[in-house]
Structures are given as structure tokens and as C-alpha cells.
């Protein structure tokens, strides 16, 4: 997921330049209907983003569900909610999950089982979730602490994020046995509607977006949101990966391809047009973090802990620190690709300098 503690945009920015259809979202138990035969509803989360958008797409005998929210109380009441109000009588045909963050699959499996359907995402999001279901302690190993150690942080705050920092990937429920996999370039019949299946980068690994070429509407998951910034993280089983420069590139491909009027429909927050103008201002946030890190690794070498305060001011909780840690990574590795940092090692700890 991320996105709860992924950094805001300037607000001046995006508010006289992107246009919002739906200024409101739905309350709790309420559904509001974005094009025909599409529906929009909210379900709380418990981090400081505090919602997930959930769709509902009018499918050939009943309806498509994309996205599901956390596996926690709150959550499941919340769908209840909706089972039992705007949604009651409704028939659902399959569940689709765009990533595997528990925020946007937790529910999949419960839902699955619940209304008899299948389950469709990419091959990435379903391994990726399974693998954390199947061996959920396993980013609390000595070799993933060590990870954290060499970047700069106390063995105890090492231990406290490889614990409970990340014990929000714990909140899915069992996933079905099997799932129908989608892949970048196929089409998805969704009733009387084609969508042009995408796949994004940077946030998580093959995240899925719908576009519908007909109506000019892309359910565009966590990979463009309006005003925050999706998290883009370094985890230490890949400590070397450069996902910032997966994001850019995906931010890239949907300005070159999509046209400007799109009408997004983001995992998070509102509903909005002027498409490129978001991927502009995303591209343009990320390239001022990196300044900030060039100036203060300028004249210093610094550990990844050190850019924290860097680009992310207050206290942060645990689950917060670890997001903010391994953005603050994604920026240090994209500089390091781009030549404009090194890396440098004395007593086991590793820092970065201008190069």
C-alpha cells in the first residue's frame, strides 16, 4: 500500500490545474455513481490515509468488484454496510485486485469465498501476497535486519520496523487456491464495456489499471492519485532496486499514451481530469527530493537514515518510519543509477556522497 504516508504535493499545484468531477466522496454505507454501469465507494483504513477506493463495474450478470480493502473488523462492517444498503440484491461476477498491498487485496480471498467468484490479478500481486501470507515473519529475519543496521539505523529501531513496521502486510485474508491471471496488453470485457489492461511500476511490482478507451476512463489503482505522492519504496529482499525509476518511466508511458481528459479513478482520494498535468507534477516532486538529497550529500556522506529528516519532517510512528525509510532508499538508489551519488563503506555502515 503506501500511500498512507506517501508525502502530499503542493495543494496550489493541483487545485487551479486538475479538474474534479465528484468534489465529495461517498459516506459510509453509500455508493456514488462515477459513468454508467460504475460505482465508487469508500472503505476506512487505519493509517493516516484512511480510505481505500473500491469499484463496482456493471459486468454481464451482475457486477465486477476491483479492489477490497484491509482484512480487518472495521473494514468487513463497512462492506456489510454496503451488502446490506446501496448493494443489497446485487449479484457479483469476480474480483479484481489491482496490487497486492493488503489495503487493495486484504479482502479478496473473503470476498472470493463469499460470493463464489474468481479472483483476477497479475501474476506479481498474487505471488507477492501469497508469499507473505505463506511466510509472514519472514522480513523479520537477522540478514533484513542487517539491512536496516547498514543504512544507519539502531539495531533496536532495525528490529521494531522489520516487526511491527510492517505488520500491516498481515491483514489479508487467505487467498484462493487458484486466480485468473491479467497481463499488460489484454483486453478485459467487463459487460458492455472493453478496457485496455496496463500495468504500472514503482509502487508495487505489475500494478494492474483499466483504461476504457471508449469513455476515456482509467481506474488507475495507486499508480496517479491527486494530491499524495504513492510511496515508492527500497525493501531489503531487493536492496539495490532502482522502483523510482520504474515509477517515472510508468508516469512516462501513461502521458505518451492516454489522452489529457482522462478521467481517473485513483485507489485513493478524488476523482479527477488532467491526466498529464498529474504525471508532471509527480515527475517534478520526485526530482525536487532528489535536490534536497544532493544538497545535503554534497559536502557529507550520509546513511539513508541520515535523508530522512531530510524529506520527511515530524515525528513518525513505526509503520510511518518504515515507508518514509525506504522512500527516502528508492531516491538514494535512482540518484546512484543516474550517477549523481556513491556509495561509500567504513565499519559496516554504508553512506552516499556526491559523485
Not at 120 to 139: E, F, K, R, V
Not at 144 to 161: N, P, R, S, V
Not at 201 to 209: C, L, N, S, T, Y
Not at 283 to 300: K, Y
Amino acid at each position: 500500500m503506501g500511500s498512507n504516508t506517501a508525502s502530499k504535493t503542493k495543494a496550489a499545484s493541483h487545485e487551479g490545474r486538475l479538474h474534479f468531477p465528484f468534489p465529495e466522496p461517498p459516506g459510509p454505507g453509500e455508493v456514488q455513481q462515477v459513468a454508467p454501469g460504475l460505482l465508487w465507494a469508500q472503505i476506512p483504513l487505519p493509517f493516516q490515509l484512511d480510505h481505500v477506493n473500491v469499484y463496482l463495474i456493471e459486468d454481464i450478470g451482475g457486477w465486477a468488484i476491483l479492489d477490497t480493502g484491509i482484512d480487518n473488523d472495521r473494514a468487513r462492517t463497512a462492506w456489510e454496510a454496503l451488502l446490506t444498503g446501496p448493494l443489497a440484491g446485487f449479484k457479483f461476477t469476480k474480483v479484481i485486485a489491482t496490487h497486492y498491498h493488503p489495503d487493495h487485496i486484504g479482502l479478496a480471498g473473503w470476498m472470493c469465498e463469499r460470493f463464489d467468484v474468481p479472483l483476477l490479478t497479475s501474476q506479481s500481486s498474487y505471488l507477492g501476497c501469497l508469499n507473505i501470507a505463506l511466510n509472514p515473519g519472514a522480513l523479520e529475519a537477522a540478514f533484513y535486519q542487517d539491512f536496516y543496521k547498514e543504512h544507519g539505523l539502531t539495531a533496536e529501531m532495525a528490529k521494531l520496523i522489520s516487526g511491527r513496521g510492517h505488520s500491516y502486510l498481515r491483514m489479508i485474508s487467505p487467498l484462493p487456491l487458484t486466480f485468473k491471471r491479467i497481463v499488460a496488453g489484454d483486453t478485459l470485457t467487463l459487460g458492455a464495456r472493453a478496457f485496455d489492461v496496463l500495468s504500472g511500476d514503482g509502487h508495487a511490482p505489475e500494478q494492474i489499471m483499466l483504461y476504457s478507451a471508449e469513455d476515456k476512463l482509467l481506474l488507475a489503482a495507486d499508480q496517479v492519485i491527486a494530491t499524495v505522492s504513492p510511496n515508492i519504496s527500497v525493501w531489503a529482499p531487493d536492496p539495490d532496486g532502482d522502483p523510482l525509476g520504474l515509477y517515472l518511466r510508468s508516469l512516462a508511458a501513461l502521458e505518451r499514451t492516454l489522452p489529457e481528459d482522462t478521467l481517473v479513478l485513483p485507489g485513493h482520494r478524488l476523482p479527477f481530469r488532467r491526466l498529464h498535468e498529474r504525471c508532471r507534477e509527480l515527475t517534478a516532486h520526485h526530482e525536487e527530493r532528489c535536490l534536497r538529497i544532493a544538497g545535503a550529500c554534497r559536502t557529507e556522506a550520509k546513511t539513508v537514515a541520515d535523508i530522512v529528516p531530510v524529506l520527511f519532517k515530524g515525528t513518525l510512528d513505526p509503520h510511518q518510519f518504515t515507508f518514509a525509510f525506504s522512500e527516502a532508499h528508492a531516491h538514494v538508489n535512482h540518484m546512484v543509477e543516474r550517477g549523481e551519488l556513491t556509495w561509500c563503506a567504513k565499519d559496516g555502515i554504508r553512506r552516499v556522497i556526491a559523485a
